[in-house]
């Protein structure tokens, strides 16, 4: 806030257009902080309950916890409307009667950091929606322990339909199979049962959500960069009007410093998505052993298109 004030004398007309955008800024920076508990509070305690549903929920397609996913999403978005309603009248749509140069100086300082704060604000709301989307998740480490328990049910249950001798079922088969006895050489058809096919389709999953920890380590970059430039931004905004040489000295070494800290953070990027890819597919490979050569060649092709 003490952006808008400045060392020396000023012209009576500017002290009073700085003191009305302050109090502005003040009256908006606490709406949003008002707004931004709400944000927090709501979304606290809706997670429990939409997760609670989610998991208990007995219709096959969730429609009731769907329902109040989108009852609380909508939630959200009220929130973040008032927010933006109030930046285009209040910041946006300021007044002021003056094409003085200083004057428009002035009022480019105050919509800028009522801009960065509302940014802040609009980060949170991001952050909530996520956090309720993250609510819904299929439980894929059931289902794959389903699989298993069948198969160890069922591995030493087949028998040859020539001579009846015992043929193990050495894997976890999800497609149409031909096993050929090791007593007869007779070739059977082992049929997987429709919850073994299942293995295809949640194999890739169960592997992201096992790894989805590695994931976020990367998708967090962008808000953290977003962050350094924010405090980079103000710093800068402040030396418009500073004058003190030793103030300006120090801040534009700390300007430097979270530039470099912001190149860092962003050429990390490329080895935190190759560390959680080749954990991601090396679950998969573990789930799904029978498809490793095609895992590995989708594996490049991810590496391959995130370098473009």
Not at 19 to 46: G, P, Q
Not at 243 to 267: F, P, V, Y
Not at 275 to 286: I, Q, V
Request: aromatic residues 10%; hydrophobic residues 30%.
């Amino acid at each position: 806030m003490s952006g808008f004030f400045k060392n020396g004398s000023e012209d009576s007309r500017i002290i009073v257009v700085r003191k009305e955008m302050n109090e502005t800024k003040e009256r908006f920076f606490t709406f949003i902080e008002k707004l931004e508990d709400k944000l927090r509070e709501f979304t606290a305690a809706s997670i429990p309950e939409l997760t609670e549903l989610n998991n208990t929920d007995p219709d096959q397609f969730k429609r009731g916890y769907h329902r109040m996913k989108a009852a609380v999403l909508g939630q959200l978005d009220s929130i973040q409307k008032k927010a933006l309603d109030v930046k285009e009248e209040k910041i946006a749509g300021y007044a002021f009667s003056s094409d003085d140069h200083e004057v428009s100086k002035v009022y480019l300082e105050f919509r800028n950091e009522c801009y960065d704060r509302y940014f802040q604000f609009d980060e949170l709301y991001a952050r909530c929606r996520q956090e309720v989307e993250d609510t819904y998740a299929e439980d894929f480490e059931l289902q794959y322990q389903k699989i298993l328990d069948e198969h160890e049910s069922i591995k030493d249950k087949f028998r040859c339909k020539q001579c009846g001798s015992p043929i193990t079922i050495d894997r976890i088969y999800f497609t149409t199979t031909y096993i050929t006895c090791p007593a007869c050489q007779t070739r059977n058809t082992f049929e997987p049962s429709t919850q073994a096919k299942m293995l295809e389709h949640i194999g890739r999953s169960l592997a992201e959500q096992r790894t989805r920890h590695l994931l976020k380590e990367h998708d967090e970059i962008p808000e953290k960069t977003q962050a350094l430039y924010l405090q980079r931004h103000h710093l800068e905004l402040s030396l418009i009007q500073e004058n003190d040489k030793k103030i300006i000295e120090q801040k534009t070494a700390e300007i430097h410093a979270l530039e470099k800290q912001h190149q860092e953070l962003e050429s990390t990027r490329p080895a935190l998505y190759q560390k959680y890819l080749r954990a991601m597919f090396d679950e998969w490979n573990k789930i799904n052993p029978a498809l490793a050569d095609e895992h590995e060649k989708f594996y490049i092709r991810l590496l391959n298109d995130y370098a473009k």
